[in-house]
Nanobody, 115 residues
């Protein structure tokens, strides 16, 4: 099993930037991929981006070109750099780690983008 702790959320004006962090602990050697999802209260959780163990990334069309997902294996941490933020990016952001056990989720971090 893997435990995840997100940080870095907050309030930012439209056009601004934030960097979210997701620190992993536990059976980190077994992580195959990490991802970020986001959820607006009352709506379904939405996939944002994924990074594989080899560093390959994929992004939702809504964030492509604005968000960058990276991982520092030495620190067991994944980072989501979010630039050119829009009010519609406002959501609770959740980190996920995928492995043989299934999936682990963090507790979430709130991002609010004001217009």
């Amino acid at each position: 099993q893997v435990q995840l702790v997100e940080s870095g959320g907050g309030l930012v004006q439209a056009g601004g930037s934030l960097r979210l962090s997701c620190a992993a602990s536990g059976s980190i050697f077994s992580i195959k991929a990490m991802a970020w999802h986001r959820q607006v209260p009352g709506k379904q959780r939405e996939w944002v981006a994924t990074i594989s163990s080899g560093g390959s990334t994929n992004y939702a069309d809504s964030v492509k070109g604005r968000f960058t997902l990276s991982r520092d294996n030495a620190k067991n941490t994944a980072y989501l750099q979010m630039n050119s933020l829009k009010p519609e990016d406002t959501a609770d952001y959740y980190c996920a780690a995928f492995g043989q056990w299934g999936v682990s989720w963090g507790q979430g971090t709130q991002v609010t983008v004001s217009s």
